[in-house]
């Protein structure tokens, strides 16, 4: 099975890292073959419960672990990372202005980024889960001039895998049945989450939409319904259970580390990547895309043509990706 892959996780103290850790030592992420060694990088305050877990991983016996590493020191953790698990950020305290929550990151992602460009492997892989995700992967590609820029990716695939949990309910057919969905801009709010070249069963869901609903209920329920409590689960997840999606955001991203290592054969999700201008997205930006993955690199999904409602959503939200890259700008952090 080869020699273990270096995975280093940020933030491993914290709640999504609890639900990652156990996953990926027991090979849901990168499959029976290949084992880890798995690098936690925490802060001081958190490095208690990050060791905690580590005895938790050695107690659970996975075969697949080849070591576990504690640290505060960001050089040490991305030192050798195949695999870099961004969820470490720093949440938007009471009083907090836009500006002061991009800087607090900015003093996160800047010099993570430089520790992945000192240290990291060749073949290095990062994505940022940690909040405001695309921004802070602008930030750390930023610090990382040596390595290729589709090397930095942001989350959004749980955005993606709630699009397709609430199609399934409202279609009545398991997501496995449903394609091409796809969540395009910020994960955030504005971010569009698209059924308009989606199909279940083969069929097209607009037109199972229309045939079920009628066409102007069928509109209303996307742009009413569906839309805004795909974009506002987040907050649905935290009236309910009274704490922030968990196990459900581990869950995505070891979907998108899998994904992007392993390919997709074809089938489409959702990444943020690195913009070459697809779509007219500004270059640069970290963007959310309809995306295959194959050969170990994602490939935005090309040729689509997006309708009127579609192309006004997905420029509302590039839009905010500016307008948060400008900030990040102006405050010298890229
Ligand atoms: P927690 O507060 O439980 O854990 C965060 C951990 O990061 C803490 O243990 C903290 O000590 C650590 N940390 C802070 N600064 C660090 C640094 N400089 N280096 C290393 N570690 C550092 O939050 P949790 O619920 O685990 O959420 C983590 C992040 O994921 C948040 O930013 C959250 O907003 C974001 N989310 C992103 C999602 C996405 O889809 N992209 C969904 C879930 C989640 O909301």
């Known amino acids: 099975s080869g020699s273990p892959v270096t995975i280093t996780i940020t933030g491993a103290g914290g709640q999504i890292?609890?639900?990652?850790?156990?996953?990926?030592?027991?090979?849901?992420?990168?499959?029976?073959?290949?084992?880890?060694?798995?690098?936690?990088?925490?802060?001081?305050?958190?490095?208690?419960?990050?060791?905690?877990?580590?005895?938790?991983?050695?107690?659970?016996?996975?075969?697949?672990?080849?070591?576990?590493?504690?640290?505060?020191?960001?050089?040490?953790?991305?030192?050798?990372?195949?695999?870099g698990?961004?969820?470490?950020?720093?949440?938007?305290?009471?009083?907090?202005?836009?500006?002061?929550?991009?800087?607090?990151?900015?003093?996160?992602?800047?010099?993570?980024?430089?520790?992945?460009n000192a240290g990291a492997a060749d073949d290095v892989r990062i994505v940022v889960v940690g909040n405001p995700a695309n921004t802070n992967a602008l930030i750390a590609a930023a610090h990382a001039p040596d390595v290729p820029r589709d090397r930095f990716t942001a989350l959004t695939r749980l955005d993606h895998n709630r699009a397709l949990g609430q199609l399934s309910e409202a279609l009545d057919a398991p997501v496995g049945e449903i394609s091409r969905v796809a969540i395009w801009g910020n994960h955030s709010a504005t971010q569009f989450p698209d059924v308009s070249h989606a199909?279940?069963?083969?069929?097209?869901?607009?037109?199972?939409?229309?045939?079920?609903?009628?066409?102007?209920?069928?509109?209303t329920w996307l742009s009413d319904v569906f839309i805004p409590r795909v974009a506002q689960r987040g907050a649905e997840i935290i009236r309910v259970r009274g704490s922030s999606s968990v196990a459900s955001a581990a869950s995505a991203t070891i979907d998108h580390v899998r994904d992007w290592v392993h390919g997709t054969d074809g089938a489409w999700t959702s990444a943020a990547v690195v913009s070459t201008g697809e779509y007219g997205v500004p270059e640069g930006l970290i963007c959310s895309y309809p995306v295959t993955g194959a050969d170990g690199t994602w490939h935005v999904v090309p040729g689509l043509e997006p309708d009127a409602f579609a192309a006004q959503r997905i420029a509302a939200s590039v839009e905010e990706l500016v307008a948060e890259r400008d900030a990040v700008r102006a405050l010298g952090l890229l």
């Not at 938790?56 to 040490?76: C, I, K, M, N, Y």
């Not at 720093?90 to 929550?101: F, I, Q, S, T, V």
């Open 85 to 116: 698990l961004l969820v470490g950020a720093r949440p938007r305290g009471p009083g907090m202005e836009r500006a002061d929550l991009l800087e607090a990151n900015g003093g996160i992602f800047g010099p993570q980024g430089a520790a992945i």
């Open 199 to 219: 199909t279940v069963r083969g069929r097209p869901v607009p037109e199972v939409l229309d045939e079920e609903m009628g066409p102007d209920a069928a509109r």
């Open 17 to 83: 890292g609890y639900a990652l850790l156990f996953r990926i030592a027991s090979g849901a992420m990168l499959g029976p073959d290949t084992s880890v060694r798995l690098k936690l990088l925490e802060i001081p305050q958190g490095l208690g419960a990050a060791e905690g877990a580590a005895l938790e991983l050695q107690d659970a016996a996975f075969p697949l672990l080849d070591s576990v590493d504690v640290t505060d020191d960001a050089g040490r953790a991305f030192d050798g990372a195949n695999l």
